[in-house]
Nanobody
Framework: QLAESGGGSVHPGDSLRLSCAAS????????FCWFRQFPVKERKFVAA????????DYADSVKGRFTIYRKNAKNTVWLQMNNLKSEDTAVYYC????????????????WGQGTQVTVSS
């Protein structure tokens, strides 16, 4: 019910835009978040937003480089990633829930399949 796209392989300094399309039961969710999982490590919070208030939050490591947004009533959330670094290499997951956002992954019942982002020179 969440489908990510937009991942790929890029060079340091490049940009990517990830999208997360909601369908089915996830359409009525109001809080979206992106997590990323590094190889052999736990998932880390990246960015989150609450649609109704447009409130957003970002991990310190991506502040000023990543932007999470949703365009009006479209059931798609975007993660614009600029000035990518090698340490951004991970599988990125879009998640959703009712209510307001949380930076705790287990709060989210809806998950996408993940999309790989690889940043290397």
């Amino acid at each position: 019910q969440l489908a990510e796209s937009g991942g790929g392989s890029v060079h340091p300094g490049d940009s990517l835009r990830l999208s997360c399309a909601a369908s089915g039961g996830a359409v009525n969710t109001s809080a979206f978040c992106w997590f990323r999982q590094f190889p052999v490590k736990e998932r880390k919070f990246v960015a989150a937003m609450t649609s109704s208030t447009r409130a957003t939050d970002y991990a310190d490591s991506v502040k000023g480089r990543f932007t999470i947004y949703r365009k009006n009533a479209k059931n798609t959330v975007w993660l614009q990633m600029n000035n990518l670094k090698s340490e951004d290499t991970a599988v990125y997951y879009c998640v959703a829930k009712l209510g307001t956002y949380s930076d705790y992954d287990l709060d989210y019942p809806y998950w996408g399949q993940g999309t790989q982002v690889t940043v290397s020179s």
